[in-house]
């Protein structure tokens, strides 16, 4: 049965009356914290003085007013001289002989938290025996008394060492239990090698940072625990650690790319402290921050150029229209006809821009990679001359994955279209994809042409750069490097032995099973869009996105087996949610509408007559609430 604190206090309090000796124990502000029958009984106090809390002040006061110190002139002065020895907490044993002749031994001790304990022990009996057999052992030398009396005080000394050793040790593994238990639940592993480089500690989390190695490593070599490939990687490192600086560095693993970071401290003993953490996530997402705010510097940039480049195409366009109208010399018209292809083409660069500094973020939902490239083929296809064949290698293996799909195929078709250029009329296009480990999903487009050329290889990837004179813009490399860097992923351009290759590098994240089926979300803010689009994709749905109510009503009209309408009441356009519901008639699939606005607006008492109201803001667990009670009542 487990036992009460008054209970524990009671069996405390009986043990402490059990010793023989008197005891107390004053807190660090001189206040008693506990105390025997016995101490009271030694100096006749009276209640109020062996009450929790009692003065220990008032207790040497009344001590010393009862006699026990002998003739003291001045009470407050004496007083106030042992409360300033009692505060300096210092290990003490003193002997004395009371008024009433007898003789007791003091022993103090200081406590870890602060105040002390003090221990009275009548020992009158005992000097009357050491001063009986002082008297009877006359013969005995003086040295030999000496050392009898030494050595009884040291042993009353190391009892009290001892007692203290123990405390220590006691909280020392305290200390250390709190320790291993903080490592432990730390989502790194956190270890120590030796000057030989062997494990004298870890937290057992090796295989979690470093997949496929072992937890049990006490006693291993760091190259053993690792592996020859990691090692290689840390080993200079970890010397520089022995020399006494503070490495932190990251790297790739070889197997499946993670990104790793690990920190040496040395330990000034010989020894090296090691912290590695996976940091994989953290650097897709820091490589999407960097290109996003890329993205937005060069939209600032271009934004006033483009706006002032448009209004000026406009006016060329419009200018070379009416030249065209007019009679013209003989050749003339050839000259104003090539002005106007050049300003379209020009038009379709602005678009080509825009679309590449939009703030148009990625729209990723749950992709089926097979039926996607099967789609990439068929779109590919009719581009390619009769000369030219299609490859692609599917190894993504089952499953969905959270992908922005209309950018990842874009991206694609991009890529295959520049292979096609750089094949001429003959030759072969391959496309592969396959999963790196749990951390990427891997394309590949590889060509059996010329391969880039050493300029290319360096410039490739920045806008405006291209090989194929006017007749490229130089936007489609740009714009793949931009949609992968969003994504937190990587692209890498280089040649092989038959031609050029480009590998994108997408981080892997697998979707969740639509078990709720198809849900169509109606929202025209893009922040609060993928807010909803994640709410609706942790429920299991498979998510639909529309900005306005046109586009939603299309949507619901092409698309069978839509199980779910969630839909905003103000949305682009003059067209409201009330009024989608309307346009939608009796079998439309369930609607949710969600609003901002107050009770008192008269949109939202229409929109609570049309469809259930989900008031802003919301989580998953008021949807799920909403949608609960719509079932039921249905």
């Not at 044993?93 to 103090?108: D, F, K, L, P, T």
């Not at 419009?318 to 104003?336: I, W, Y």
């Not at 694609?412 to 749990?438: E, F, K, P, W």
């Not at 586009?551 to 839909?567: F, H």
Request: glycine share 8%; with cysteine.
């Amino acid at each position: 049965m487990r036992q009460t604190h008054a209970q524990r206090t009671t069996m405390v309090d009986a043990g402490l009356n059990l010793i023989a000796q008197a005891l107390s124990i004053y807190d660090s502000d001189l206040r008693l914290s506990a105390c025997n029958n016995r101490f009271r009984e030694m100096f006749n106090l009276p209640p109020e003085l062996v009450e929790e809390g009692a003065s220990f002040a008032a207790t040497i006061r009344f001590i010393a007013e009862q006699g026990d110190y002998g003739l003291i002139d001045d009470i407050d002065q004496f007083v106030q001289q042992r409360v300033d020895q009692a505060r300096a907490f210092v290990p003490h044993y003193v002997e004395r002989q009371r008024a009433n002749g007898q003789v007791i031994s003091i022993e103090g001790a200081p406590l870890p938290q602060g105040g002390w304990v003090t221990v009275y022990t009548d020992i009158t009996r005992t000097k009357r025996v050491e001063a009986l057999l002082r008297a009877r052992s006359e013969e005995l030398s003086d040295q030999v008394t000496g050392y009898t009396e030494e050595l009884s005080a040291t042993n009353r000394k190391l009892a009290a060492t001892i007692k203290t050793l123990e405390e220590t040790q006691r909280q020392l593994k305290q200390t250390e239990a709190r320790t291993r238990l903080t490592t432990e639940m730390m989502p790194a592993h956190i270890a120590h090698v030796d000057s030989e480089g062997h494990y004298t500690f870890t937290n057992g989390r090796l295989s979690r940072v470093f997949p496929g190695r072992p937890s049990d490593i006490l006693g291993q070599h760091i190259s053993d625990a690792l592996g020859p490939a990691a090692y290689a990687r840390i080993a200079p490192h970890l010397e520089a650690a022995y020399q006494g600086e503070n490495p932190v560095f990251e790297f790739t693993e070889d197997h499946d790319s993670r990104r790793l970071r690990v920190a040496f401290t040395p330990d000034h003993e010989g020894g090296v402290f090691i912290l590695s953490m996976d940091v994989t996530e953290e650097t897709q997402a820091r490589v999407a921050l960097q290109q996003s705010r890329k993205r937005e510097i060069a939209a600032q940039m271009t934004s006033g150029l483009a706006h002032d480049f448009s209004n000026l195409l406009t006016i060329i366009l419009g200018m070379q229209t009416k030249l065209s109208r007019s009679a013209l010399p003989e050749g003339a018209g050839e000259l104003v006809e090539a002005t106007l292809s050049a300003a379209r083409r020009g038009g379709r660069l602005l678009d080509r821009m825009a679309e590449m500094t939009s703030h148009r973020g990625l729209r990723p939902q749950a992709t089926d990679l097979h039926a996607l490239l099967d789609e990439m083929k068929i779109l590919a296809t009719p581009s390619l001359p009769q000369g030219i064949g299609l490859s692609v290698l599917d190894n993504t293996g089952d499953g969905r994955f959270l992908l922005d799909p209309g950018r990842l195929q874009d991206a694609l078709l991009n890529l295959i279209l520049n292979a096609r250029d750089a094949c001429g009329t003959s030759g072969q296009i391959t496309v592969a994809a396959h999963l790196v480990g749990q951390t990427w999903i891997e394309f590949s487009v590889g060509d059996t042409g010329s391969g880039f050329s050493r300029d290319a290889l360096d410039n490739a990837l920045n806008p405006f750069f291209t090989t194929k004179g006017q007749e490229g813009s130089g936007l489609g490399l740009s714009m793949v490097y931009d949609m992968v860097k969003s994504a937190g992923g990587d692209i890498r351009i280089g040649n092989t032995v038959s031609g050029a290759m480009v590998t994108l590098r997408l981080p892997y994240r697998a979707a969740p099973l639509a078990t709720g089926g198809i849900a169509l979300l109606v929202e025209d803010s893009d922040g609060l869009r993928a807010t909803y689009r994640q709410l609706l994709m942790d429920l299991g749905y498979s998510v639909l996105e529309a900005t306005s109510v046109d586009e939603a009503v299309a949507l619901v009209a092409d698309v069978e087996g839509i199980a779910l309408i969630l839909s905003d009441i103000k949305l682009e356009g003059e067209a409201t949610g009330v009024d989608f519901c309307t346009r939608l008639g009796s079998n439309a699939p369930p609607v949710v509408l969600m609003t901002s606005l107050p009770h008192t607006d008269p949109l939202y008492r229409a929109a609570l007559a049309a469809a259930p109201l989900l008031p802003k803001p919301f989580d998953s667990s008021h949807l799920m609430a909403l949608l609960q009670q719509k079932a039921d009542h249905a």
